[in-house]
């Protein structure tokens, strides 16, 4: 099973460039979401999903797009990259769950932009 | 609302000593939450779970926390540290509602000397 993966692992942009970093699942799950960590801050989240065709905005949503045409995949999308958006991005899919229950929550391994 | 604070940025022991990392939390909503580590240029791997059952849990490896509402805290321990256990430990914590966004702390990194 491949869990999540995340592409592409590494990734330089200049500035006022744009640029999609995907995201698959194969486990069927029907939550996603798009974190960035930044040295100090823990993990804030971007966007997220709660299935297919619904999206929301999470703590940091500007200069960020998401769309979720199909349960397995949840692209990011840079319209404009900034320096300000330097960073590693995780994606995490959870299964969806009833209030109270246990939720196992699997991360991607991680895109490491650089923006100059 | 809901929010973590990781009261140690920086944590150091010498392997075969305990390990030691505090947690606090706060939320509106009966909290789940998770201790999760991160290895130098990896994801995250769950380590640990509390969802309302028994306030101690146990998690892989040979780490434990015990939720203690009372002191709004949920502090990660293990017997006696391991060179591999080396890394950055987040606490998380997640409210019970339809959202069930993760809010995760600063981050403790454990050094394991040798």
């Known amino acids: 099973n491949a869990g999540v993966t995340q592409t592409p692992k590494f990734q330089v942009l200049k500035t006022g460039q744009s640029m999609t970093l995907q995201c698959a699942q194969d486990?069927?799950?029907?939550?996603m979401s798009w974190y960035r960590q930044d040295p100090g801050m823990g993990l804030r989240l971007i966007h997220y999903s709660v299935g297919a065709g619904i999206t929301d905005q999470g703590e940091v949503p500007n200069g960020y797009n998401v769309s979720r045409s199909t349960t397995e995949d949840f692209p990011l999308r840079l319209l404009s990259a900034a320096p300000s958006q330097t960073s590693v991005y995780f994606c995490a899919c959870r299964p969806r769950a009833g209030r109270g229950s246990l939720d196992g929550y699997t991360f991607g391994s991680g895109t490491r932009l650089t923006v100059v | 609302a809901q929010s973590v604070t990781q009261l140690d940025s920086h944590v150091s022991v010498s392997e075969g000593t305990p390990v030691l990392l505090r947690c606090n939390y706060s939320s509106s909503y009966s909290p789940s939450l998770f201790w999760y580590v991160q290895h130098p240029n990896k994801g995250l791997q769950l380590l640990l779970k509390?969802?309302?059952?028994?306030?101690l849990v146990k998690g892989i490896n040979g780490f434990e926390a015990e939720f203690k509402k009372s002191e709004t805290s949920f502090h990660l321990t293990k017997p006696s540290a391991h060179m591999s256990d080396a890394a950055e430990y987040f606490c998380?914590?997640?409210?019970?509602?339809?959202?069930?966004?993760?809010?995760f702390g600063s981050g403790t990194r454990l050094q394991v000397q040798p």
């Open positions: 509390y969802t309302s059952a028994a306030t």
């Open positions: 998380v914590v997640t409210a019970d509602t339809g959202r069930r966004a993760l809010t």
């Open positions: 486990m069927n799950h029907e939550y």
